[in-house]
């Protein structure tokens, strides 16, 4: 009986999830200037969020170190979280506070923000599209495949927020 009490406490217990404010966001953007960078805003109960998020796993398992996803949560705590992803994603999760969820005017979720290499904030989608993800996903992470004039298209179908 011991025995088994002892295992029991050496059991990791919920992942923390850091909370992002604003300025703990332009942190973490500026941490990823190099590099791609998608910004999710999701929750746990969101139906698209469901189906987005698995998505969003298996890009960044196939790119790697080539892209960062930030996954930010806007209202479910480290239990939550740790229950949607079964104690394991490739995806860096975060949660939201009130404050910057309100400066990003973050108004439906899955919200995604996408940004260049440079830093540059080039798009935003509000809302679940397999076909809009690829597209602008692989316009993020292979730019040479697009023209101007296609960059232009899509910076005004998807401005920023």
């Known amino acids: 009986m011991a025995l088994i009490i002892l295992l029991a406490g050496c059991l990791p217990s919920a992942a923390e999830y850091p ?3 604003p300025s703990a966001m332009e942190a973490k953007l500026s941490e990823s200037e190099g590099t791609p960078t ?3 805003f999701w929750a746990t109960w969101c139906p698209p ?4 998020i698995p998505e969003l796993e298996r890009y960044k398992r196939e790119m790697g170190d080539s892209v960062d996803i930030l996954a930010i949560s806007v ?8 229950k949607f992803f079964g104690g394991e994603t490739p995806l860096d999760v975060y949660r939201a506070t009130e404050g910057l969820l309100r400066k990003r005017r ?6 995604s923000d996408f940004y260049s290499a440079s830093g540059e904030h080039l798009y935003s989608f509000e809302g679940y599209s397999p076909k809009v993800l690829h597209t602008l996903m692989r316009s993020l992470t292979h730019p040479d495949e697009f023209s101007a004039e296609e960059h232009d298209a899509l910076r005004n179908r998807f401005p920023t927020k």
Request: hydrophobic share 40%; charged share 30%; with cysteine.
């Open 49 to 52: 969020c469901m189906k987005e």
């Open 106 to 111: 973050i108004s439906g979720i899955p919200r």
């Open 75 to 82: 209202n479910d705590g480290p239990e939550q979280i740790d």
């Open 38 to 40: 998608l910004v999710v």
């Open 19 to 21: 909370v992002l404010d």
